[in-house]
């Protein structure tokens, strides 16, 4: 079992930053993929960004690509999502979620939290 706990949302004006936290505890921490989605109001959840175990390996989805970077902390046991240049588009409900590999597939995590807040103004 791993639990989830997501921190870092709020309300941020357009070209804003903001740096998501997801502090993950039960598991050991290193040996698992970490990803955050978003889901937005009245549309369906999406992938945003995805990390390996060792790090390596980062993946991002082409809507935040070059402005949202994801990193990891094994010793801390949390992994961040460092949100610049934000856009209105970008506010949604942010999950991190845990699973055997870096990957878009929601149906890859197994463990998810229960989300934090982003609101992007205009």
């Known amino acids: 079992q791993v639990q989830l706990v997501e921190s870092g949302g709020g309300l941020v004006q357009a070209g804003g930053s903001l740096r998501l936290s997801c502090a993950a505890s039960g598991r050991t921490f290193s040996n698992i993929a970490m990803g955050w989605f978003r889901q937005a109001p009245g549309k369906e959840r999406e992938f945003v960004a995805a990390?390996?175990?060792?790090?390596?390996?980062?993946y991002y989805a082409d809507s935040v690509k070059g402005r949202f970077t994801i990193s990891r902390d094994n010793i801390k046991n949390t992994v961040y999502l460092q949100m610049n240049s934000l856009k209105p588009e970008d506010t949604a409900v942010y999950y991190c979620a845990a699973g055997s590999r870096a990957t878009n597939d929601q149906r890859h995590h197994d463990y998810w939290g229960q989300g934090t807040s982003v609101t992007v103004s205009s």
């Open positions: 990390i390996s175990w060792t790090g390596l390996a980062k």
